[in-house]
């Protein structure tokens, strides 16, 4: 028996609509189960899946999502509250192919305490200094590339490369190559100070380690979560073994999903 999880953005319109899937999913026999779904359904916008993503990553081998936006188009939440009824039914009768996107795993180790701090992001991670100019040393598989002077840098993933990654510039990436892009934030560019200034895009087995010159404590965001990390030694980058899965009930191919939300939506 299929096993169903729903998270909500926790606004009227999305509650109203979990109400609506969940009698839907109950009539068709489905069971809710809040541990073990083998569907989510993200109700709300890109930040409500970015949300389920992160409550569920224990699990990425068993579990689907699928997005509705109740807001504007999402990247992750593509379905319209309109469709809920036809996305119920094949739910039901699992009319879907699973697609995988790749993930970013950042490792965070500190100077005093062994444990490092591991994650995994969906979009992206950033890195920033709390207070002054954050200065790193970019390492790319054990060799120094560059040292870093600016407001910061970010590693996205395919997918997140629409999102923070390209306001900076970045470029976007199709979600089926496993990669992922650093991208700068204001470096200090002078006959002092140098950095490529061009994104990068590191394939699958890469590694990108920045280490700390000046100041060992760091903001770091990991999508949604933002943490100051103390006594950080250095931040380790590198795509993830480990992918999201994601439940297709139709072709909606990703340059299109980009030309819809940047471009238009008309033929
Ligand atoms: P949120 O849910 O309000 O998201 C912010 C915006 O980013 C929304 O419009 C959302 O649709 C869009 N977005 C999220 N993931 C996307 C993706 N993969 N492709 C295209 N658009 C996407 O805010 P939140 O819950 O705090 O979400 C965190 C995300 O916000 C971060 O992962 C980061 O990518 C994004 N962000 C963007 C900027 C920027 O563009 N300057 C700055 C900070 C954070």
């Known amino acids: 028996m299929m096993k169903y999880a729903i998270q909500s953005r926790n606004d009227k319109l999305s509650n109203q609509l979990m109400d609506e899937a969940m009698d839907y999913l109950n009539g068709f026999g489905l069971v809710q189960d809040r ?34 936006h109740t807001g ?6 593509d379905w319209k509250p309109s469709e809920l009824e036809k996305l119920v039914i094949s739910i039901a009768r699992k009319e879907y192919d699973v697609i995988e996107y790749p993930l970013l795993d950042v490792t965070i ?28 040393d970019v390492e790319l598989n054990h060799n120094h590339f560059e040292r870093f002077r600016g407001d910061g840098l970010v590693m996205s993933t395919p997918s997140g490369s629409t999102a923070y990654s390209k306001a900076l510039g970045g470029a976007v990436v199709h979600p089926s190559l496993p990669s992922m892009q650093l991208t700068e934030m204001a470096s200090i560019n002078n006959r002092v100070f140098r950095t490529v200034g061009s994104p990068l895009i590191l394939p699958a087995h890469h590694k990108c380690v920045l ?3 000046k100041g060992p404590d760091f903001m770091v965001t990991i999508d949604h979560l933002q943490l100051l990390h103390k006594d950080v030694k250095s931040i380790e980058y590198k795509v993830s073994e480990e992918r999201v899965r994601f439940a297709r009930f139709r072709p909606f191919p990703f340059w ?4 819809d939300s940047f471009i238009d939506k008309n033929e």
């Open 35 to 68: 541990e073990e779904p083998d569907i989510v359904l993200s109700i709300g916008g890109d930040g409500t899946l970015l949300h389920a993503f992160h409550k569920y990553s224990y699990r990425l081998k068993e579990t689907a999502f699928v997005g509705i």
């Open 256 to 259: 299109r999903r980009v030309k």
């Open 109 to 136: 180790n500190y100077r005093e305490k062994k444990e490092s701090s591991l994650y995994l992001a969906l979009n992206e991670s950033s890195v920033k200094s709390p207070e002054v100019t954050l200065v790193m």
């Open 211 to 213: 280490k700390p010159v």
């Open 72 to 77: 504007h188009l999402g990247f992750y939440a």
